[in-house]
């Protein structure tokens, strides 16, 4: 486990990152009341959020930002296993913060957050989405950041002000969607599916099937959600793990392209080469 802390201005960001071999359970809290954002990144760790006698499970979370409040009587529980990681990047400012905070943030949070500015219990849970691809790129960014000292401040400074661009536009852009609650679960539930799925994916018309939704509503509200169509998605996300197995060196250039459903080893490295700017045989 690693946990990396940086304050900016009246922000903290912790960085946080952890795999294992074996289950290990590792718990934190916050020493007073905050509102922070959740980036969950790659791994897809369990999260048990614990106060008094309730417990709130998140079973899936790859590709989550999660906002909240919590006090110190909240304990926040991540699971890691062997084929759940840990990648969380948290930008949280104490409630004492809020009228401080420069460039109107204050007031962005008070209007989109106002139950988390306002809270009614020990832990308030916010507005929730999986992010879009220019977040999913961001927080990517911080776990391949090699800056150190003022760089890596002004690396951090200027990635998190996006990040929580990127997460304030989302969520108001969310909050006037047509896509109803119902519907979008249903397009949630088609990104796990495609997830867990990655060597041998549904088609569209078994993706719709599985989900209850008509391929027209899925093709079109699933690229209105998440920014892509949904086999642009999985590209991307197969992709991005075959990149994680060759970097982590948990599998071969060959091995990797087989894990994710390519059969064609050329065009694998193309696809490759045409997201990252390098070929996969080129990582090291």
């Known amino acids: 486990m690693t946990r990396d802390f940086i304050d900016i201005n009246d922000f903290t960001i912790l960085v946080e990152e ?3 071999t074996n289950v290990v359970v590792d718990a934190c809290y916050f020493d007073e009341p905050v509102v922070a954002v959740a980036f969950y990144g ?29 006090d110190s009587n909240v304990e926040f529980e991540h699971t890691v296993s062997p084929k759940k990681p840990l990648r969380c990047v948290l930008i949280a400012t104490a409630l004492r913060n809020l009228e401080n905070l420069p460039n109107e943030e204050g007031e962005i949070f008070s209007s989109l957050l106002n139950e988390l500015v306002n809270p009614s219990d020990h832990y308030v849970e ?27 401040m002004m690396f ?3 990635q998190m002000t996006a990040l929580l661009s990127h997460f304030f ?3 108001a852009t969310l909050q006037t969607e047509k896509i109803n609650t119902a519907e ?8 796990e599916i495609l997830i867990d799925n990655l060597d041998n994916p549904p088609s569209l018309s078994e993706l719709s099937r599985k989900i209850g939704l008509n391929s027209y509503s899925l093709k079109k509200n699933f690229k209105e959600l998440f ?7 999985l590209q991307n996300e197969r992709l991005k793990t075959a990149h994680e197995l060759i970097s982590s060196q948990e599998a071969t250039v060959q091995e990797a392209a087989w ?16 997201k990252f700017g390098y070929r996969p045989s080129q990582i090291k």
Do not use: C, W
């Open 184 to 191: 979008r679960d249903k397009l949630y539930r088609a990104k």
């Open 42 to 70: 790659s791994g897809n760790v369990d999260l048990n959020v614990k106060y008094g006698s309730k417990t709130k499970a998140f079973n899936y979370t790859k590709g989550l930002a999660l906002s909240f409040y919590a």
């Open 227 to 233: 920014g892509v169509p949904v086999f642009k998605y």
């Open 156 to 158: 951090f400074r200027s």
């Open 18 to 20: 952890a795999t294992s």
């Open 259 to 274: 894990h994710v459903g390519y059969d064609s080893l050329s065009s694998f490295s193309n696809a490759f080469e045409k």
């Open 169 to 171: 536009g989302q969520l």
């Open 126 to 152: 916010g507005p929730k989405f999986f992010m879009t691809p220019d977040m999913d790129r961001i927080v990517d960014s911080v776990f391949n950041m090699q800056y150190h000292g003022k760089t890596k």
